[in-house]
């Protein structure tokens, strides 16, 4: 069997650019896209914590460093600058592979600072 597993994730990143006119994608500090696990061109799935807008598109790079998350072709109208959004990708795992996945989760805080990164989520409480 073939499970589709979280495979990186940005948590709580703010939308920093909405860019109509622009090659349809999402812009994402390098260094963002290095540590959630995440490659140019991958499909990912936006959701907005703000409006409740769950769209997909794919990852294209922004300068390293630059704090950079933006909106780019239709996907700027799902969005506003500021947003809080959910950057998030799957992965396909065999049983073997999935019984030994980690992914890697990434949290921002203002300015889209890294505040902690893991590879866990609690267990939530009733």
């Not at 994730?9 to 896209?33: F, P």
């Amino acid at each position: 069997m073939i499970r589709t597993l979280l495979k990186g994730k940005l948590h709580m990143a703010r939308v920093t650019q909405a860019e109509l006119w622009y090659d349809g994608s999402c812009a994402i500090d390098g260094e963002l896209v290095r540590l959630a696990g995440l490659r140019e061109f991958e499909q990912i799935d936006i959701y907005n914590v703000d409006n409740g807008e769950r769209f997909s598109t794919y990852v294209i790079l922004a300068e390293a460093g630059s704090r950079t998350i933006s909106m780019n072709g239709a996907a700027a109208r799902k969005v506003q600058v500021g947003d809080r959004v959910i950057i998030a990708a799957y992965g396909q795992f065999d049983e073997a592979e999935a019984d030994k996945h980690k992914p890697k989760l990434v949290y921002l805080g203002e300015g889209n600072q890294i505040e902690r990164t893991t590879n866990t989520i609690p267990v939530q409480v009733a």
